[in-house]
């Protein structure tokens, strides 16, 4: 168990549907990663948030948005679902970075969103 | 164009040998390179990072190599086990704080 939690742990639903999976960091980490992981893609890194604040941004489409609240939840907002959404979604948290400074990330369960 | 890439091909290996998964990169100029292990429709589990100014770095029965020549990373398991089995994801962090991961190699070690 890595301290790191994500519900729903499934979710089904249909194109065009907006949807918000949530992700609690290990107790103490300040940064959330949100990630994709799909098959034919492998695992693709979306958005950090270090402290409720934007960090990093990767490969997150326009259609995808993320927040880190004041008690260091996340949520991911995905909206107008396409069947190219279906993916493991996962989110990630590490304690409080010093940029330069790298520290390992502990991983949820994941989220299995189907699209159908 | 930005690349990293592992064997897509599943890996063989004889219990009690030493297995060796390689990441190659192109394009990118990491400071950090990892290695996480994943189980089938888990997350992945962080095992060793190493930085752009360290060649090696060992835990236990892994070590890992880092040759910012070469642009690859190679990822070793000695005496390996069954229990070893899995896909190992490599990673980099990039300057811009971007983390990319590569497609992973599913290394299976036969009894």
């Known amino acids: 168990d890595s301290g790191v939690t994500q519900t729903p742990k499934h979710l089904i639903t249909a194109t065009g549907q907006r949807v918000t999976l949530r992700c609690s960091p290990r107790s103490g980490d300040l940064s959330v990663y949100w990630y994709q992981q799909s098959l034919d893609q492998g695992l693709q890194f979306l958005i950090q948030?270090?402290?409720?604040?934007?960090?990093a941004k990767g490969n997150i489409l326009e259609r995808f948005s993320a927040q880190q609240f004041p008690d260091l939840h996340s949520e991911l907002n995905l909206s107008s679902l396409e069947l190219g959404d279906s993916a493991l979604y996962f989110c990630?948290?590490?304690?409080?970075?010093?940029?330069?400074?790298?520290?390992?990330?502990?991983f949820g369960p994941g989220t299995r969103l189907t699209v159908l | 164009s930005q690349k990293i890439e592992q064997n897509s091909e599943a890996l063989n290996i004889q219990e009690g040998k030493t297995a060796t998964l390689t990441c190659n990169y192109t394009?990118?100029?990491?400071?950090?390179l990892q290695w996480y292990r994943q189980d089938p429709g888990r997350g992945p589990v962080f095992l060793l990072l190493i930085r752009e100014n360290e060649k090696e770095k060992r835990k236990e029965r892994l070590k890992v190599t880092f040759d910012t020549t070469l642009k690859q990373s190679l990822f070793h398991i000695t005496a390996s086990q069954p229990a070893d089995s899995a896909t190992y994801l490599c990673a980099l962090l990039n300057r811009d704080d971007k983390i990319i991961f590569g497609k992973g190699t599913r290394l299976h070690i036969l009894p």
């Open positions: 948030y270090y402290n409720g604040e934007e960090r």
């Open positions: 990630a948290s590490s304690v409080e970075p010093v940029r330069g400074i790298y520290n390992e990330q502990f």
């Open positions: 394009n990118y100029s990491p400071a950090y």
